[in-house]
């Protein structure tokens, strides 16, 4: 007798579409379009819009044939499902002549372009890095790029609410012309959202330029902005509290030792910021600015600081004098200080007594970060300290520099630490803490 039942399926068949659309989201552009071939129902997954909804491109200096498929594939599919696209992220991998950077205009003009009149959903663009400074940026292309992206800006400025251009290094007026795209069609920006670290070239003393105080006047609602101190004025300080106090919670300032940071900016300007943006918190970068009379005209007791990151980045200078800082500067954000970094090449100065009163006077100190040469025995005080509830680390992490090549004993002294204090850190802490030769 004839079989009239119909053929077992498999489970897959019965997959919620909610269930395939997951599973799709882990699978690479070859991959998903594949296992569109499968049936319509896959297919139908394989065109859903969450699928497309964040991008990442990555231009590679020197191409294998797999990363040249895989940015062919990438510009394809970002072009096929544009109207989708919320989150775009563009990487250069290695820039190294004048042929790779044409090469990259050229394909970015034709991207953009085709978003700009697909797309009206963007709210977040991401290209870090770009470091159109160096020689392998011709003049021209340089231009037609930034021309090309202060266009598209424009065109996106109505959803755009995130922008990363941190590493851009393009002059005063190309810059203030990138940012000024986003307010073009109103006169105002709502983005909430801006990085321009090391956006303006180095040396610049964009601080002074009433070019760049005019752009960020249009900035209406901003709530993080990520900059250098050599962009810190009165003047900006004062746009930020008339234009953006209602929204202002954060702002991530990095200051190098080859930007200009000479400049004065009155306690009272900051006094007036945080009083208006209750909101705000603070958090300062500083790379080999290290010197106390440097720090000191940046770390004003007005400011609502909650995180200070202090590195010398391996160098070593007899004047940068740590223990004046730790004693008398950072103390003053006893009651608001929340994380502290501090990579120090600190041979010739001992701040352990220093750095362990800072920490137990600082009452909301969650973060600790420490590479400097520290006595292990720094280690032990501090975890007990930690036990007896005098201080409130969650987090620590110590890398002890020692000018000994075989650090076997201190390794042994850690251990030891660690097996005193095992259910404290293993219950509470994030611990991490290792020997460092430097030798």
């Not at 003047?235 to 702002?251: N, V």
């Not at 204090?421 to 219950?427: E, G, R, W």
Request: net charge positive; aromatic share 10%.
């Amino acid at each position: 007798m004839e079989d009239d039942s119909e053929p077992e399926q498999s489970s897959w068949a019965h997959l919620p579409d909610v269930c395939l659309r997951r599973v799709f989201h882990w699978l690479d552009d070859r991959d998903r379009s594949q296992a569109a071939l499968v049936c319509k129902k896959w297919n139908w997954a394989m065109h859903s819009g969450s699928l497309w909804r964040s991008r990442t491109i990555t231009f590679y200096g020197r191409p294998s044939r797999k990363q040249t498929l895989e940015l062919q594939s990438a510009l394809w599919y970002v072009k096929k499902f544009a109207k989708y696209l919320e989150h775009l992220e563009i990487k250069l991998s290695n820039p190294y002549n004048t042929a790779f950077t044409q090469k990259v205009q050229v394909t970015m003009r034709d991207l953009l372009s085709h978003l700009g009149k697909c797309n009206s959903r963007l709210v977040s663009l991401s290209m870090k890095y770009l470091e159109l400074d160096r020689l392998i940026w011709k003049n021209v292309v340089r231009a037609q790029f930034i021309k090309n992206l202060a266009t598209f800006l424009k065109r996106m400025s109505k959803w755009l609410d995130y922008l990363n251009l941190k590493g851009a290094r393009v002059t005063l007026e190309e810059g203030c012309e990138l940012l000024n795209s986003l307010s073009c069609l109103t006169n105002q920006s709502f983005i909430s959202e801006i990085n321009i670290e090391d956006f303006f070239s180095r040396h610049l003393l964009v601080y002074s330029s009433t070019l760049f105080h005019q752009t960020m006047s249009k900035f209406h609602g901003l709530v993080t902005l990520t900059f250098n101190y050599n962009c810190i004025s009165d003047e900006l300080l004062d746009i930020l509290r008339e234009h953006s106090a209602h929204s202002l919670c954060t702002l991530n300032i990095r200051c190098h030792s080859h930007d200009p940071h000479g400049q004065v900016v009155w306690g009272m300007s900051w006094a007036n910021l945080a009083k208006s943006a209750p909101k705000l918190n603070v958090n300062f970068f500083f790379e080999r600015v290290m010197k106390h009379d440097h720090l000191a005209r940046i770390l004003l007791v007005e400011i609502p600081v909650r995180s200070i990151s202090l590195r010398s980045c391996y160098f070593s200078d007899p004047d940068w004098t740590m223990r004046p800082t730790l004693t008398n500067l950072l103390p003053a954000y006893r009651h608001v200080l929340q994380e502290l970094t501090l990579e120090l090449n600190n041979d010739h100065e001992l701040l352990d007594d220093e750095l362990l009163q800072l920490i137990l006077s600082c009452k909301r100190l969650l973060f600790l970060k420490v590479w400097a040469f520290l006595n292990v025995t720094f280690m032990e005080r501090l975890l007990q300290n930690r036990a007896e509830r005098k201080c409130i680390l969650t987090t620590i992490k110590v890398r002890i520099y020692t000018a000994r090549q075989d650090t076997s004993e201190e390794d042994r002294l850690l251990c030891s630490i660690y097996r005193k204090f095992k259910h404290l850190i293993d219950s509470e802490l994030n611990y991490f803490v290792i020997t460092y030769s430097m030798v």
